[in-house]
Structure formats: C-alpha cells, structure tokens
C-alpha cells in the first residue's frame, strides 16, 4: 500500500507538471487571446461577444467597413479602455488585471496619432523612450535604432509640426516600436497618404512580421491582401470570418469561372460547350482574328479546365489562354458579409 501511495502521488504530479508545460508552450505561442470580449456604450453594442487568438509573429489585419468595431477592439486591447464583458490576455497577461506587464508588450499607434508638433523628432522619441521605463542610455540606443528602422534618419532634426504626412505617421511608428513591445497595434496606419507614402509604410511593417505580432484594422480592402498573413473579418460588432487571404480563396473556389480563347467558330465552340453538362452558364465574344473568347460558369463547383483543355485537343483547336478566375478580398468581403447585411434590411 506504501508503494501504491508513492505511485499515486507521483502519477499526479507529472499530471500537473503535463499540465502546466502545456499551457506554458500555448502561451509561449499565443500572443493575443480574446475571449468573449462585449464593449457597450450608452444604448450601442460596439463589439459584440467576439473571441479570437494570434500567433506570436502574425501580422493580423482587423477587416471592416467604418463602425464595424475594429477601432473599440483595439482600444480594449491596448488598455485603453475597458471592457464591458469578456477576457483579453496579451502574452499570457490579463490585459485588465495585469495592466503593468501587459503595456510593457503592447506599442499603439492610434488612428489620429497625438504627436507632439513642435518637438524635434529625435527629442520627441526620446521623451517617450523616457516615458516607457526606458534610462538615458537605453533611450539613446533604442531611439538611434527606430529612426534608422522607419527610415526618419533624414529629418530626425525637424520639427514634426513641418514634416509630411508620411513622415508623421513613421514618427508614430517609430513611437510604438521604442519601447520593444511584442505587440505592435496599428489603427488605420496609412490613412492619408499618397501612393508612394503608402507603400513605404507598408514595406515597414511587413518587415517586422517575425520579431513583433502586429495587429492593424483598416477598411481598405488591398492594405490586407499586401500587409497580412490573415484576416478577421469584422461587421457589426462581430468578427464574421478569420482565415488567411488564400484559404479564403480555396472556400469560395467552388464557384471559380474558366476563361478560355479558342481558335474556333463562335458557333461551334458554343455547341461544344453546350453539350458539356458540367457547364452551367456560357458567354462569349470574338476577340481577334480568329480567336473567341469565353466565360464558362462550372455547375456544381468543378473546375473545368481540364474539361476544355480536352476539348481544344480532340477537336484541333490552339489554346491561347485557360484560365482560373480569382476571387479579389472584395469578393470574399462581399461573399462573408452579405447574408448579415440582407437580415439587416
């Protein structure tokens, strides 16, 4: 019996010991867990009972037209604001209970990015280094190594009232990444900007998927299709679907169209397709020459391809083009959003 007692004593201990390595690999691995997280404000649901998690090293596009609660999430998450209802752990940390450790990981760049116009950029981030728990030398250090990251080397002297909008929103970039957070929060990072700022400000923050989990919200459709591993998919306070762009492309591939040009009569080609029963739906036109040009709708989501490949080959036609159509992040957007937005109306 003596035995038995020692067995069962250690039969529980490396249970509990199991346990706890587990979860200390899931945390090691999760850098956002939310849970069942409710925002309300006087008579409004903002965020509505959302759940959600993200890898460390993700780069997470927040997806949503103006009022679909991207923004409130991101408050929530930055310890900006409380929650209404639900749970939100930031690197193993309860954002609500463990606010200390939880900021120390989190740099948030707001969508009006509240600089400070007439301090000189490399004063600025210095002052906020400070503010961050950061000494002289360390603030040294890190502001020397953010200017050179976000590309300010040029006008680190300037006053930021003067400088572009570009630069403005590099200067809060580099804000948010002086401290060394884990978490990196982005709301609307490039709204404003030109073309070419927009692109240089997308080239930063892809370059630091890997070394920082980076969360953005916007409601420009290629911002996520550019910038982002994966998408969640927010209206109305909900997070309607959260996937990576490509697997949200294979669901809704079913309904994927075929383009082929074939040289061959419009007619003929017309009857050839015709008699394919796995077609559904045919256009066509002539585009030069002898070449038509045709759309063909697969009915019961197969990919006819192959179907008109064999078909080209067995009736002696050349094959200029067969295609796949892709669906753009719009279509999905359009495709996930819609059965929410007709119970609306």
């Known amino acids: 019996m003596f035995y038995v007692g020692i067995v069962k004593v250690f039969i529980r201990r490396w249970r509990n010991y199991s346990a706890r390595m587990a979860l200390s690999i899931t945390v090691r691995n999760v850098m956002i867990e939310v849970s069942n997280l409710t925002k309300r404000y006087a008579g409004r649901t903002a965020v509505d009972d959302i759940s959600f998690t993200v890898a460390r090293g993700e780069i997470v596009g927040l997806l949503g037209p103006n009022g679909a609660g991207k923004s409130t999430t991101m408050r929530v998450l930055s310890g900006f604001m409380p929650a209404t209802s639900g749970t939100v752990r930031v690197g193993g940390f309860d954002i609500f209970h463990d606010s200390d450790e939880t900021r120390r990981r989190i740099g948030y760049m707001p969508e009006n990015n509240p600089l400070h116009p007439e301090m000189r950029v490399r004063e600025y981030l210095k002052f906020r280094a400070r503010l961050k728990g950061f000494g002289w030398k360390k603030s040294r250090e890190r502001v020397t190594t953010v200017i050179e990251q976000c590309g300010l080397a040029e006008v680190d002297r300037r006053i930021i009232g003067q400088l572009s909008k570009g630069y403005k929103q590099r200067v809060g970039l580099a804000d948010a990444l002086v401290h060394e957070p884990e978490l990196i929060i982005l709301d609307e990072p490039t709204i404003g900007l030109d073309p070419q700022q927009i692109r240089s400000v997308r080239s930063l923050i892809k370059n630091?998927?890997?070394?920082?989990?980076?969360?953005?919200?916007?409601?420009?459709?290629?911002?996520?299709?550019?910038?982002?591993?994966?998408?969640?998919?927010?209206?109305?306070?909900?997070?309607?679907?959260?996937?990576?762009?490509?697997?949200?492309?294979r669901r809704m591939a079913g309904g994927s169209q075929v383009i082929a040009e074939i040289a061959a009569s419009p007619s003929a080609l017309r009857t050839a397709c015709e008699n394919l029963s796995q077609v559904a739906c045919i256009e066509m036109a002539v585009v030069e020459g002898e070449f038509s040009r045709c759309v063909l709708t697969p009915r019961d989501g197969q990919d006819l391809r192959p179907l008109i490949f064999k078909l080209a080959q067995v009736n002696g036609w050349t094959l200029r083009e067969l295609t796949r159509s892709r669906h753009s992040l719009e279509d999905i957007y359009m495709q996930v959003t819609r059965p929410r937005t007709e119970d609306v109306e």
């Open 208 to 249: 630091l998927a890997g070394n920082h989990t980076v969360l953005i919200s916007t409601h420009i459709l290629p911002e996520v299709e550019m910038m982002c591993g994966r998408v969640l998919i927010m209206l109305g306070g909900r997070v309607l679907a959260s996937d990576t762009p490509e697997n949200l492309q």
